[in-house]
């Protein structure tokens, strides 16, 4: 079974102001089939954890370790973390110019799996991931995240997730920006490929709502570059009652 390890990472980011430390000794492990949400105020540091999931160069890992299956992920280009089963939903989806979609979903496909995906069956797959994102056909046809609306950027990542079939996926903020309609389709999509493939997520977001349409098995409280709580999806309905107040109440004055 796939296992994704999280060992007593710490990371510090460049800054103007010279180095700053941001995670201080995260633990986490995330096994194939399971969804893990991890909350936290503003600022805490989950996008930074997402990024160096990822291998932005940004992020200085100081110490600890991320494994995959006993792989030492942070030894991995990121087109490698990829090709090893790693998905990473940007948080801020960049344009692409002159790239459509199509191209773009067909080359990530062949980069993930080393081939060149079998024509027939690949549009197929393509024509349906896209009807059940409720995503009109034309689309395929418009260039990477040009003019995306909000909407339009999570559809294609979750388009992507239902495609290149990793084994983890970390998405961060995937609710931001979604009227309930949407987040119900992308939330479908993302059940759709635990129930097909067994994936395992990591689902950072700041707010319970998403919670609703993708159940966590475990909840994660992320506060100043470390987990401060976990529990099951109970923390989740006591974090939407009461909010982060109790754990900022008592952090110290940075
Ligand atoms: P979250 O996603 O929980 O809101 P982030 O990981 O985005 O938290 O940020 C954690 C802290 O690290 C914040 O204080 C933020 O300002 C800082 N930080 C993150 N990335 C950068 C960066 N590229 N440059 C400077 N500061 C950063
Ligand atoms: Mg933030
Ligand atoms: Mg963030």
Do not use: C
């Not at 040009?146 to 997730?161: A, N, P, V, W, Y």
């Amino acid at each position: 079974m796939a296992v994704l390890e999280i060992r007593d990472l710490h990371v510090s980011v460049e800054t103007d102001q010279g180095t700053k430390p941001i995670l201080k000794g995260v633990d986490l492990t995330i096994r194939e089939g399971e969804t893990h949400a991890i909350m936290g105020p503003n600022g805490s540091g989950k996008s930074t954890l997402a990024y160096t999931i990822a291998g932005h160069p940004k992020y200085t890992v100081e110490s600890g370790t991320i494994t995959l299956d006993g792989e030492d992920v942070l030894a991995m280009s990121v087109d490698e973390r990829a090709r090893a089963g790693l998905f990473l939903a940007m948080q801020y989806p960049v344009e692409i110019p002159g790239v459509t979609v199509t191209n773009f979903l067909r080359t990530a496909k062949t980069a993930v799996d080393g081939e060149a995906p079998a024509v027939r069956s690949w549009i197929k797959d393509v024509r349906e991931s896209m009807s059940n994102l409720r995503m009109d056909s034309s689309f395929a046809e418009r260039n990477v995240n040009e003019g995306f609306s909000g909407g339009e950027k999570k559809r294609h990542e979750i388009l992507q997730l239902e495609l290149l079939k990793p084994t983890f996926a970390v998405l961060d903020e995937t609710d931001s920006g979604l009227d309930v309609d949407a987040l119900k389709i992308v939330s479908e999509g993302v059940n759709r490929a635990k129930e097909n493939t067994g994936l395992g997520v990591l689902l950072i977001t700041h707010y319970t709502r998403i919670l609703r349409y993708i159940k966590p098995d475990f909840v994660h409280v992320f506060v100043a570059g470390k987990v401060a709580e976990q529990g099951g999806p109970e923390l989740a309905d006591r974090l939407e009652d009461e909010g982060y107040d109790r754990y900022l109440s008592d952090a110290p004055v940075a």
